[in-house]
């Protein structure tokens, strides 16, 4: 079995319940090719990095699973037909330093985030807030 992460992007105009399904869509789909899906994290909305489709945000997940090699054709096939997926990549880990990060990267998923116990600072007005954006590549 190798070690596999799966982030895809949805479409941002789904509802709530229509992209929970499509998230659980997409994980049978992993688990009808005899994988085992170690955690999934949903990332939320994001701003892409460029337009795609004519949309300006997605809603990401990243998806650890160990599968056989051949199911991966399978699993990407899906994901190009579905009209809901933005874009979608695939990354494999092979070597042992990669697998170590592997599950390193999904115990952390595990956890829930603790807010930090320091209090904020006010934000200045004339600061520009910064725009978090991210490229994906299509597999």
């Not at 115990?107 to 600072?121: D, I, S, V, W």
């Amino acid at each position: 079995m190798n070690h596999y992460e799966l982030l895809f992007i949805l479409k941002p105009t789904l509802t709530d319940e229509e992209t929970k399904a499509q998230i659980a869509k997409i994980q049978d789909n992993i688990t009808a090719q005899d994988a085992k899906i170690v955690t999934t994290n949903d990332m939320g909305m994001r701003k892409l990095a460029y337009p795609v489709e004519k949309n300006e945000r997605g809603y990401y997940t990243v998806v650890y699973f160990q599968a056989p090699g051949s199911a991966i054709a399978e699993v990407e096939r899906l994901l190009r037909i579905d009209e809901d997926v933005l874009k979608f990549m695939t990354v494999k880990f092979t070597n042992k330093k990669e697998i170590a990060q592997f599950f390193k990267l999904a115990e952390g998923k595990k956890e829930t985030p603790k807010a930090p116990a320091t209090k904020e600072e006010p934000k200045s007005e004339d600061a520009p807030e910064s725009n978090e954006t991210e490229a994906t590549q299509e597999a």
